[in-house]
Nanobody, 126 residues
Framework: QVQLVESGGSEVQAGDSLTLSCSAS????????MAWFRQAPGKEREFVAR????????DYTDSVKGRFTISRDNNKNTVTLRMTGLKPEDTAVYFC???????????????????WGQGTQVTVSA
C-alpha cells in the first residue's frame, strides 16, 4: 500500500512559478514510475508528466512542455513538479499518482495508476 501526499498548491498570477511536491510512503518508491495529473472543474483528469524509476526518462503532455519539469529524489521518497510560466488554463487540482504492479512501470493514462494523493489546488489568475 502506497500513500501519497501532495503539497505546494497556491493561487498565483499568470507568468508566476510554483513547485508542487509529493511525498510517498508505504511502498518501494524507487521501484515505481511516478506521475502528475490534473483535473480542472468540469473536465476529466488529464496526464501532466511522468518520470521513470531513476529519473532518467521523463514525459510531458504537450501543453506543459518547456514550462514544467518533473523530478524525483529516491532518497527522500519525493517527486516534484516545477511549474513556470503559469497560465490561467493551468488552473486545476493536481494529483500525484503511482502504479501498482511488479514492474512499477506506468504509462500516461489514468488507468495506468492505482495510488493517488488527495490533490493540491493550483489557481492561476490572469
Amino acid at each position: 500500500q502506497v500513500q501519497l501526499v501532495e503539497s505546494g498548491g497556491s493561487e498565483v498570477q499568470a507568468g508566476d512559478s510554483l513547485t508542487l511536491s509529493c511525498s510517498a510512503s508505504g511502498g518501494n518508491f524507487r521501484l515505481l514510475y511516478m506521475a502528475w495529473f490534473r483535473q480542472a472543474p468540469g473536465k476529466e483528469r488529464e496526464f501532466v508528466a511522468r518520470i521513470s524509476w531513476t529519473g532518467g526518462n521523463t514525459d510531458y503532455t504537450d501543453s506543459v512542455k518547456g514550462r514544467f519539469t518533473i523530478s524525483r529524489d529516491n532518497n527522500k521518497n519525493t517527486v516534484t513538479l516545477r511549474m513556470t510560466g503559469l497560465k490561467p488554463e493551468d488552473t486545476a487540482v493536481y494529483f500525484c499518482a503511482a502504479p501498482r504492479g511488479a514492474s512499477g512501470y506506468a504509462g500516461s493514462t489514468v488507468s495506468d495508476y492505482y495510488y493517488w494523493g488527495q490533490g493540491t489546488q493550483v489557481t492561476v489568475s490572469a
